[in-house]
């Protein structure tokens, strides 16, 4: 089994991938995007955190969360989010992957994968580059020709916050992505 080091920083800012059970689109499903936002927010009610950049994709999510001062657990958030998200997911009759016997054992579900990925944001310029991934996530994927028209993600904070012109990364403008300057005062 790989060695997994997380680096616990209290307060930290810290970058997320949580993908679903064999890539399953879950999230093409209204209700399933609604009870993901329900998880989430009655986890912030339990232990906040700030949202800094979010993106849902059909079968995975990016964030950006900064923790409060002298917090570090995001272990706790992202399991007690994805398993109320499991439990009112199946109880309202979604669909879950096969599980392997050695997982079913362990009581494990087939809706998410069993880990996340994480990444400590260092500084300034790791934060922009991060929240640029985020918002340019769903072009990536062809989902969308521009990240404005993704409706699930903060992008549209962003651009009403002045940070990206509504036009930013557009396929149909040619050439790389025009990545943008976040201003890190924003950052709570």
Known sequence: MPNFRRFWIPGGTFFFTVVTAGRAPLFRDESARKLLGNAFRQELLLRPFSTVAIVLLPEHLHALWTLPAGDFDFSTRWSSIKSRFTREWLA?????????????????????????????????????????????????????????????????????????????????????????????????
């Not at 994927?141 to 992008?155: G, I």
């Not at 012109?165 to 990545?179: H, I, K, R, V, Y």
């Open 92 to 188: 309202s009759g979604g669909s879950e992957q096969k599980v392997p016997d050695g997982q079913r054992r362990q009581e494990r579900r087939g809706v998410w994968q069993a880990r996340f990925y994480e990444h400590t944001i260092r500084d300034e310029d790791d934060l922009i580059q991060h929240v640029d991934y985020i918002h340019f996530n769903p072009v990536k994927h062809y989902l969308t020709n521009c990240p404005s028209d993704w409706e699930w993600s903060t992008f549209r904070r962003y651009v009403q916050q002045g940070d990206y012109p509504m036009d930013w990364s557009c396929s149909g403008l040619g050439g790389a992505p025009q990545f943008s300057r976040i201003d890190s005062h924003r950052i709570e």
